[in-house]
Structure formats: structure tokens, C-alpha cells
């Protein structure tokens, strides 16, 4: 619209009581400034236009005499006058119905909600079945019908020829909303800005590599057709890559799309490449003049050729909106399908209830456990031949995977005790050859597991335990480390008994306690190892007959336990823990009788009393008449002599007084030590201390193969249990609990986030009385 000049302008005319609806809209006093948003992964825009909206009253209207006011409603009145001094009047909007019920404002509600979760399976072709009009004409047939469809402002054109030009590098899509507000008069502050911003936005689709994502504007202003148009590049029309194929494709091949085609010749032909019925096809302008003889040129553009468009546009709108609400709905049963299940997820997954729930899985593990070591046929998992299990076992200690938890038996005792026992074999293989071959232990070729494996453990650890000697530097240095170990005390000198148990001490205790950490190391790995076959195990209960002869609960936490790690990683923790107590417990109650072995070796030597055992001896029962009398007399008075005989024997067996029997010989009994007695004496005492070794380490071993057998039963029916039952996960694994449990929140709270963002879209649709048909 051309400006009036400034003498046209009528002065102010009063506001009548009751204007008419088509020019209501120009009387709005405050509007929202302009707004620039960036939207979608794919650069769009979207510029909301709402300056000041200022207009004149119509032509043609009559004044009303003004009503008697007040000073303050006179005061309002002239602020109202001055706004509404302008040079340019808007076009009324077409297309009727207020911005809040009409189907385009609705249809740029939901296409806004799908763009933000566009990610969602089936929201990708929802968006595509949004309609759009794609103008295919010249660079100025096109920026007159955008003007058009912009309405009669001042800034039409300008904007027209940014929206419109020549070196634009992708699609621009044009979402054009009839707003409220008119675009103000021409080179005013608001439009100047308003154009600004569409320059701005504009200068995003420039550049010299073509792009095949659209930016997206949405433009609002009153007057303002309500359509979705699509401009592209000039390139598309002029060369053929696969880039503007593609584009083509995109926009023209749409089954969605409205070709607009605004020029004969090539763009007919364009259209009717894509559209070869011409049904999608709207003929405007020259285009319609080519085809029609009777229509002229200019009968189909500018307004006409706007509103026919939007008519067009509106009533595909209208005919595909039971689509979108039937595919969202669609959509929104199966996302709340999803959250569900999310939420579902969530709530199994918090950390209280995997902690209750690992620590029912481990207290059938333990159960599942005894079973397996008191024979299990058929499970071969982890099972392995005596060679091989020596062989894994080194491997594990060379990386420093054996030993306890580290408080009593680390990884590095561990390692040291296993390579002192393989160092006297050349190797773990010299050692299963000597096991095999030599000693003969059962079943060592055989591929064993559970209990089978276990007994043959305790073979071999009873037989390591025997093979402990004295180490050569410490007998051949004797008998400076007896002169050392000689002195005086605060009780007088030092004597023969008391030189031997330190020399006992310095021989036994190391080698001893090496080879009593081996053993603890040997009982500790296989238990470890039997995770394996217990879970095997309880894996052959899910069907077959041996599942009607367990609890179902095997199957079922077996399951647990193979589908969440976390709950794994606990039980197996605590099993793993319970297994080091038990060993512990083992290595405590062994190195207890080294360690008072070697500091008094006579109470070991010391031989035990053995109660009379013989049945050929017959014991005589006095009858009641024997018991009164002198033969009764004399029968008790026998039977208390050979009791205090009986006593003597022990507490002389006991005070190691018989020569030559235990201990020292007698001529070193209570005798202070003189170092230069040594020469003669010390032969003696160390036979006797290699007798004493050879004496302990029988002991110890006897004590390792007992001790051993009777931790496998407190381990399946005490340690275990109160290992699962005081599980409550390392620092590490709380974290990662906790952290686990916030990230299914957080995919929980945005699926709830999607489902109502895609309940607002149904509901958006439905307002506008979209109605999905039964048919």
C-alpha cells in the first residue's frame, strides 16, 4: 500500500461505543516486542511479529458526539487517539475464526511439540504428513505472491524481497499466522525492526554449500494469510544433483505437498513431474492463464491468488487433521505403554530394592551351594583335572588373585608361599607330576568339581603340608644362632630348654607358616571357584525332573542373576568375602599351633594319654557280699595303688623326666647353657629339633586337612548366610547404584515428558473439533 501523505491525514476521530469486529483488532495499546527463536536440531526459526498495531477509523465512518467523562477517562482517551494516528490501514484477515481455534494455529502448536520429539519412533512421519505449499515459479512471481499472502502492510514487499532471494542455499518454510496486530506504518521504529529480524533470520539460509534441511520462519501480523509455504532454492530449478533431488523430492514429491505453481512452461512441467494429475497442483497467475484461455493473468494473483491458496491450504488441513489425531493417538497408547514400562524399570532398579533383592538371590546361591559340594552329577562347569587346576591357580597367584581380603593373608604372602612350594619342583608341572606319580593322589586325572574336587583338595594340601622342611641356612648356621640365643636372664642364666625353643622358633616358623598361607591360598581359590558350577547347577532346574525335586526359586533367582550385573557383582562379593572368612578363620587357628609349638616344643612332643582300650582286659565288678569284708578291703586298696602309679607315669611323661624318651637329651636337662659346649652338645639338639619339625608338620597337616573339611560346612551353613545378610555394597557399587537409578529417572521422567508433550497435541487437535471417524 502506498503511504497518504501527511495532509490526507484526518484529524483524530472519537472512538464510537461499539466498533465493528473487522476493525477491533486494530485497537490494541500494548503488544509484545519481537521475537527471534531458534528451534530443532535443524536451525529453525520461528520470528513472531507483534509491534503496535495503529489504525485510522474506516472511511466513510461518522462521528459520535463524545459523552460527558471524567479527567481521567478524558486522559485515556487522548493517549488512544495518539496511538491510533497512523498512514497505513492492514488488510482484514481472511480466512476467518479467532488464532486460538483456527486449524493453522493449531497445526503450528502441534508441529512445534512433534519438533521437540522428533527422536520418538513415528513422530518423523507424522511431521512429514503435515501439509505445505511449495511455490515453483520466478524469484518475482514469488516474492509477489508472498507479499500477497503477507498482507497489505508497508513492509510486505521489503519482507517479500528477503524472504524471496537469489542466493539462498536451502528451503525456507514460511509458517504465516493472521495474528492481532498490524504491522504499523511504513519506516516505523516497530516495522523496521520487525523487518530487521526477518533479515537476520533470513541470513542463515546464505551461504554457497546447499543444504537440504528447510529453516523454518513463522510470521504473524494481522491480515496475514494462515498457511505453511515453502520457497526453494533456485538451484533446484536450474541444475539436477543429487542435493536437489533430493530437496525435490523432499518437498515437491510429498504426497502432503500443495504445488503452487505460478508460471507456465518449465514449472508446469515440474509439477507435473511430481503431481502428474495436477491433483496436489494449484495453477496461479500466468500458469493458470496458460492453461485456461478464458482466464486472464491477473485474475488469479495477488489477494485472489493468497486467498485461494489459503483456502486450499486450509481445506487439506481440515480433511487430513482425523489422520494426525488417529496416528497420535496411536502414538500416545504406545508411549504410555513405554512409560509404563520405563517407570516399571525405574522402580526395580532402585538401590533398596536390588539390595533386598541380591540378598534373596545369595541365600539360595549358598543353598544351591551345599548342594553342589555334596555331589551334583551332570554339572561339569568348571570342572578340571589336578594339572590343570595347579596350573590355573599359579596363573591366578602370578596376578595376584589369591590370598583373603587382605587383613590377615594378602595377595602378596599368597604369592610368595605358592612359589616357595613350586620352587622345590621346578615348577607347578613338576609338582602335579610328583602328585600324580609319587604320592598317588585319587582322581588326579579326572576332570572334577564340587565335592569331588574338594576332597581331592584336601589330599593335596595335607601332602604340601607334609613336604615342609627346614631351610639349609638355618641348620647350617645353628650353632651361631644358638651361641646368640645363650645369655642371661632376670631369672639367672639362660638353660639348654630354654636355647632350644628359640633355635625351634627360628627353623619352623617361617617355613611352616609359608606352607600353611599355601594351603589357606589352595582353600580359599577353589572355593572361590565354585561359583561356576553352582550356577550351572541351578541353571539344570528350569526343566527336566530334577525341577520338580528343588524349589522353583533356583530357576528364578538364576535369572536375576544373570540379567542384572549389579545384583551378580553383590552376591558375588559377599560370597567371595564369606570364602576369606572361612580361610581366614583356617590360617588363625593353624598359625595358633605353630606359634605355641614353637615356643614351647615340649608340650608338642609331650606324648598323650592313652585310655586303656584293650577288651581282653576284664574288669571285676565286686559282688554285694564282696563289698563288706577284708577282700573288699584289699581290692580297693590295689585299685588305688595302680591309680597313683597310673598319675605318676603321666606327670613323669609330662615333665619330660624319662632320658632319651622326649624332648632333649638327659644330660642337657636343667643344665645352663655354656656356649663352649656347643662343639659337643649342639649335634644332638638339632636331631632333635629336626624330629621336633617332622613332629609339627604332622600336626599341622592333620590339623590343615581337618580344619579345612569342617570350614566348608560352617561356610554352607553359617558364613554364608550372614555374608548375604549384612550386604550391603562397597562405596563403588552404591554409587553406581545410585547413579544407575537417577539415569532411569531421568529416561522415565522424559518419556512422561513426551507422552504429555503428544497428549498436548491430541488435546491441541481436539479443540478444534478434529474428530477421529469410527469408519
Known amino acids: 500500500p502506498q503511504a497518504v501523505p501527511q495532509a490526507q491525514i484526518p484529524p483524530p476521530m472519537p472512538v464510537p461505543p461499539r466498533l465493528p469486529q473487522a476493525h477491533a483488532q486494530a485497537t490494541h495499546l500494548s503488544q509484545p516486542v519481537k521475537k527471534v527463536k531458534m528451534e530443532g536440531s535443524a536451525a529453525e526459526q520461528r520470528v513472531t511479529s507483534a509491534p503496535p498495531a495503529r489504525t485510522r477509523p474506516p472511511p ?9 467523562r471524567s479527567r481521567h477517562e478524558r486522559q485515556q482517551q487522548q493517549q488512544r487517539q495518539q496511538q491510533q494516528h497512523v498512514v497505513a490501514t492492514p488488510t482484514p484477515a481472511r480466512g476467518g475464526g479467532s488464532s486460538n481455534k483456527n486449524i493453522t494455529w493449531a497445526l503450528s502448536e502441534v508441529r512445534g511439540h512433534l519438533e521437540e520429539i522428533a527422536d520418538v519412533e513415528g513422530v518423523g512421519t507424522v511431521l512429514d504428513r503435515l ?41 525456507v518454510v514460511l509458517e504465516l499466522r493472521n495474528g492481532g496486530d498490524d504491522l504499523g506504518r ?14 537476520k533470520a ?14 523454518r520462519l513463522r510470521l504473524s501480523a494481522a491480515g496475514c494469510s494462515s498457511l505453511d509455504v515453502t520457497g526453494l532454492p533456485d538451484r533446484c530449478t536450474q541444475s539436477s544433483t543429487a542435493t536437489t533431488e533430493e530437496i525435490c523430492v523432499r518437498h515437491l514429491g510429498s504426497s502432503s505437498s500443495i504445488l503452487a505453481c505460478l508460471e507456465p512452461g518449465y514449472c508446469v512441467d515440474l509439477c507435473r513431474h511430481f503431481d502428474p494429475k495436477l491433483k496436489r497442483t494449484v ?6 492463464a496458460e492453461e485456461d484461455e478464458h482466464t486472464a493473468a491477473t485474475t488469479l494473483c495477488g489477494s485472489t491468488a493468497a486467498t485461494q491458496l489459503e483456502r486450499r491450504f486450509a481445506a487439506l488441513c481440515q480433511d487430513r487433521a482425523p489422520l494426525w489425531l488417529q496416528s497420535l493417538e496411536r502414538l500416545e497408547v504406545r508411549l504410555s505403554r513405554a512409560q509404563g514400562e520405563a517407570r516399571k524399570v525405574e522402580r526395580r532398579e532402585h538401590p533398596e530394592e536390588l539390595l533386598q533383592k541380591a540378598r534373596a538371590v545369595g541365600t539360595s546361591f549358598g543353598r544351591a551351594l551345599e548342594k553342589v559340594i555334596s555331589g551334583a552329577p551332570g554339572c561339569m562347569a568348571g570342572a578340571l583335572t589336578l594339572e590343570e587346576e595347579l596350573a590355573e591357580f599359579a596363573a591366578a597367584a602370578s596376578k595376584g588373585l589369591c590370598g583373603g581380603d587382605g587383613s590377615i593373608l594378602s595377595p602378596q604372602d599368597a604369592t610368595s608361599a605358592i612359589a616357595d612350594l613350586f620352587a622345590n619342583f621346578e615348577g607347578v608341572e613338576g609338582y602335579a607330576r610328583y602328585l600324580k606319580d609319587e604320592v598317588r593322589v585319587p582322581c588326579a586325572d579326572m576332570r572334577l568339581n564340587g565335592g569331588a574336587a574338594w576332597q581331592r583338595l584336601l589330599s593335596e594340601i595335607e601332602v604340601a603340608m607334609r613336604l615342609a622342611h627346614p631351610p639349609p641356612e638355618e641348620l647350617t648356621g645353628l650353632m651361631l644362632n644358638a651361641i646368640r640365643a645363650g645369655g642371661t636372664g632376670v631369672h639367672g642364666h639362660v638353660r639348654w630348654e630354654d636355647v632350644s625353643s628359640k633355635l625351634m622358633l627360628g627353623i619352623a616358623y617361617g617355613p611352616l607358616r609359608r606352607r600353611i598361607r599355601y594351603v589357606v591360598a589352595r582353600v580359599i581359590w577353589v572355593l572361590k571357584n565354585q561359583k561356576a558350577a553352582v550356577s550351572e547347577w541351578m541353571a539344570t532346574l528350569s526343566d527336566g525332573p530334577a525341577a520338580r525335586l528343588y524349589s522353583p526359586l533356583f530357576s528364578e533367582h538364576l535369572q536375576i542373576l544373570r540379567g542384572y550385573p549389579v545384583v551378580r557383582d553383590l552376591v558375588f562379593t559377599a560370597f567371595d568375602s564369606a570364602v576369606a572368612s572361612v580361610g581366614e578363620a583356617v590360617l588363625r587357628s593353624l598359625e595358633g599351633t605353630l606359634t605355641a609349638a614353637c615356643i614351647n616344643p615340649a608340650i608338642m612332643l609331650r606324648a598323650s594319654t592313652e585310655p586303656s582300650l584293650d577288651p581282653r582286659k576284664v574288669v571285676s565288678i565286686p559282688t554285694p557280699q564282696q563289698q563288706n569284708g577284708k577282700a573288699a578291703k ?52 638339632e636331631v632333635k629339633l629336626r624330629n621336633a619339625f617332622n613332629v609339627l608338620a604332622g600336626i599341622l597337616s592333620n590339623q590343615a586337612f581337618a580344619f579345612s573339611d569342617t570350614s566348608l560346612a560352617n561356610l554352607c551353613r553359617r558364613e554364608v548366610d550372614e555374608a548375604m545378610n549384612k550386604m550391603q555394597g562397597s562405596p563403588q557399587q552404591k554409587a553406581a547404584l545410585d547413579a544407575k537409578h537417577k539415569e532411569l529417572d531421568s529416561m522415565a521422567n522424559e518419556v512422561e515428558q513426551r507422552l504429555a508433550k503428544l497428549r498436548r497435541c491430541c488435546t491441541t487437535l481436539r479443540s478444534v473439533g478434529v474428530v477421529v471417524s469410527s469408519a
Open 60 to 68: 466513510g465512518s461518522e462521528a459520535v458526539p463524545e459523552p460527558k
Open 131 to 171: 501439509p505445505e505449499c511449495v511455490l515453483v515459479g520466478g524469484i518475482a512471481a514469488r516474492r509477489e505472491l508472498v507479499a500477497a499472502l503477507l498482507g497489505d502492510h508497508g513492509v510486505a514487499v521489503a519482507a517479500a524481497a528477503q524472504l524471496v532471494a537469489p542466493g539462498l542455499r536451502q528451503p
Open 283 to 288: 495453477l496461479l497467475g500466468a500458469a493458470a
Open 202 to 215: 533470513m541470513s542463515k539460509a546464505l551461504g554457497q554449500r546447499l543444504k537440504t534441511e528447510p529453516l
Open 634 to 685: 584289699v581290692a580297693k586298696a590295689e585299685r588305688a595303688a595302680e591309680a597313683r602309679a597310673r598319675v605318676a607315669q603321666e606327670m613323669r611323661k609330662r615333665e619330660n623326666v624319662v632320658a632319651g624318651e622326649t624332648g632333649l637329651p638327659a644330660q642337657l636337662l636343667d643344665r645352663v647353657f655354656e656356649p663352649s659346649d656347643c662343639t659337643q652338645l649342639l649335634p644332638f639338639v
Open 186 to 199: 511504513l519506516g516505523g521504529p516497530e516495522s523496521e525492526a520487525w523487518l530487521q529480524g526477518v533479515t
